[in-house]
């Protein structure tokens, strides 16, 4: 402490940080606020990256980041230490490692360093016939942005919710894409289901797409033939062809928690970080997290455990997060536990496709409304567990269900 004042580190600069530094003001917390951010940008609008077109621009970057900008905590009690990654963490005796060589005490905190893409490889490899790229941040998106400008033929392995955004950017820039999916049918799979995920690989193949599943995927895989950056500057390797003339691969096949950093401290970071309902770290005292990298007790199945990556429950859970430190800091501050049904909507080659409640607890699904055939058309389809409903798929071109879907959602049954 100084002056009597707590010291509240925030390691996270993206919106669950934001909003865990927006909640201790609004609470009116009588203490510094430090916020530490890896990035060197404040906090953006992340899914947004791969939403929108962008002219060709020498400012790229800075139009992406004041167009995705997030407003908010502005005040002189908070601090923002932006390109500063905490490298280490003494939890038992409070205390952060930065990688700037300095140490910070802290009197409660808030882990929200989220998760970064998945990639098939280690280190700092590059491939003889691919510029292997992934998607997370700012640079991530000026450098792709730039790649698709120029109207290549791009690769993206996965077809999760960035890898088909993606492929439906690439397409509006005028590239080649080949979407390979080598694990699953097709898009969405693990959360709507074979039929469902089957029906959006058509989809995306009907927009002039090279959609490919299984050993037509995973033969058409990069084998990394792979050399390191200090190899590539080697004569043995000088004919290796540069980034520019090599083709794109876009790697959108999952993501890992950012939690190397909290090792050794007797804490359970099989996926992420467990947290209470109310984001306390219970292993130490005056620790809480928030956002992608925290796991917390499911609402609809309370015997588990879940870790939800979308910008909702950033949003949420860096506002309980906030709230929870401002309690135990004595300020009056109503705290409850996250009990809503997750929902999340994207649009893919201008397809809508909204997602509520949990699915994958389901054991059936029923169509209400359209068919499978025609998505642009509209379909409808709940899932069920015994009688209950427990997760909706809306997908359109328009909105022809659109009160039926409404209709659904509250009757959807937390289980």
Not at 19 to 29: G, H, P
Not at 61 to 87: F, H, M, P, Q, S
Not at 131 to 154: F, M, P
Not at 356 to 369: F, L, R, T, W, Y
Request: a negative charge.
């Amino acid at each position: 402490m100084t002056n009597g004042e707590p010291l509240i580190g925030i390691v996270g600069s993206g919106i669950a940080g934001l909003r865990a530094a927006n909640a201790l003001l609004k609470c009116k917390v009588d203490a510094r606020i430090v916020i530490f951010g890896d990035e060197a940008h404040r906090t953006y609008n992340r899914p947004g990256l791969t939403k929108k077109r962008y002219p060709l621009s020498d400012a790229l970057e800075t139009t992406i980041a004041e167009d995705l900008k997030v407003n908010g905590a502005e005040n002189g009690a908070l601090a923002w230490r932006l390109d500063t990654r905490v490298e280490t963490a003494d939890l038992c005796n409070k205390v952060l490692h930065l990688s700037t060589g300095e140490t910070f005490e802290y009197d409660s905190l808030v882990i929200a360093a989220g998760v970064r893409p998945r990639t098939s490889a280690e280190g700092d490899k590059e491939c003889e016939f691919h510029a292997h790229r992934t998607l997370r941040g700012l640079d991530d998106a000026q450098y792709i942005h730039n790649e698709l400008q120029t109207s290549k033929k791009v690769t993206i392995v996965g077809a999760g919710f960035v890898a088909c955004e993606l492929a439906s950017l690439a397409k509006e820039y005028g590239c080649e894409v080949v979407m390979l999916e080598a694990l699953r049918h097709g898009p969405f799979e693990s959360i709507l289901g074979k039929r469902i995920s089957i029906a959006l690989g058509r989809w995306v193949t009907q927009n002039g797409i090279t959609f490919l599943t299984d050993d037509s995927a995973r033969k058409l895989l990069c084998d990394r033939a792979i050399v390191s950056a200090r190899e590539m500057s080697d004569s043995k390797v000088s004919n290796l062809e540069s980034s520019s003339d090599r083709s794109l691969l876009i790697e959108a096949i999952g993501s890992v928690p950012n939690v190397e950093w909290l090792h050794g401290n007797g804490l359970d970071l099989s996926d992420g970080v467990c947290v209470d309902e109310y984001m306390r770290v219970s292993e130490c005292e005056d620790v809480f997290a928030a956002g992608d990298i925290a796991r917390y007790p499911d609402p609809w199945t309370t015997e588990n455990l879940t870790r939800m990556e979308f910008w909702k429950n950033a949003i949420d859970t860096g506002d309980l997060a906030g709230r929870s430190i401002a309690s135990s800091l004595g300020y009056d501050s109503k705290i409850s536990q996250i009990r809503y049904f997750p929902s999340i909507a994207t649009e893919v080659f201008g397809l809508r496709i909204q997602i509520a409640g949990n699915s994958k607890i389901s054991d059936s699904m029923e169509i209400v409304c359209g068919g499978l055939d025609r998505l642009d058309r509209g379909v409808l389809v709940k899932f069920l567990r015994g009688d209950a409903i427990v997760g909706v798929a809306y997908m359109d071109k328009g909105a022809r269900f659109n009160s039926i879907y409404i209709e659904l959602l509250k009757s959807l049954k937390a289980h």
